[in-house]
């Protein structure tokens, strides 16, 4: 697909560097599943989870072998993900994408925000796509089939799946 020649994505960097995204300009607000720091932490290491594969009992919703360590202290690793009041995690790979992603943010003349699936229930994601398209009079395309309001007329809502509007949005931007 083939919708902006600059972008900076917000979303997971494992898929998205699978999809071509260049991981320089992918800021995960929350951590991602693909890396990992240690649980209690004994330092402020974050690496990649890429060694380990989980082998899941699905019926038990067990984990079959061994959890992941930490190579610095040998004790029990975890996801670089932020929980809910979550003390321990590591936010520094975070807050390096974060600045990446302000610095373009200065660069670029109309950027548009294109928030897909964050319903109401998580609204700090929503609430920061809307910071994001005020602070930097940017536009907010909001994608989600059950809850597509948008903040102001300038905004688009659209009502439906992402994989559906993405492909119009293409469509609509390749037919001119």
Request: aromatic share 6%; proline share 5%; with cysteine.
């Amino acid at each position: 697909m083939s919708l902006l020649p600059e972008c900076f994505s917000s979303q997971c960097a494992f898929r998205n560097s699978r999809l071509g995204f260049d991981q320089t300009n992918i800021q995960e607000r929350q951590g991602s599943i693909h890396y990992l720091q240690c649980l209690l932490p004994c330092c402020d290491a974050i690496w990649s989870a890429d060694e380990f594969e989980p082998e899941v009992d699905v019926e038990q919703c067990l984990l079959l072998n061994e959890i992941p360590r930490c190579p610095y202290c040998g004790g029990t690793a975890r996801p670089n993900v932020l929980m809910r009041g979550d003390r321990q995690w590591l936010e520094h790979r975070q807050a390096d994408q974060a600045a990446r992603l302000s610095t373009w943010l200065t660069r670029v003349k109309k950027p548009v925000v294109i928030e897909i699936g964050a319903d109401n229930v998580n609204s700090s994601l929503r609430g920061y796509s809307s910071l994001i398209a005020h602070d930097y009079s940017a536009r907010l395309v909001r994608i989600n089939p059950r809850n597509s309001s948008v903040p102001t007329n300038l905004d688009v809502g659209l009502g439906s799946g992402a994989k559906f509007a993405l492909t119009e949005i293409d469509r609509l931007i390749q037919s001119g």
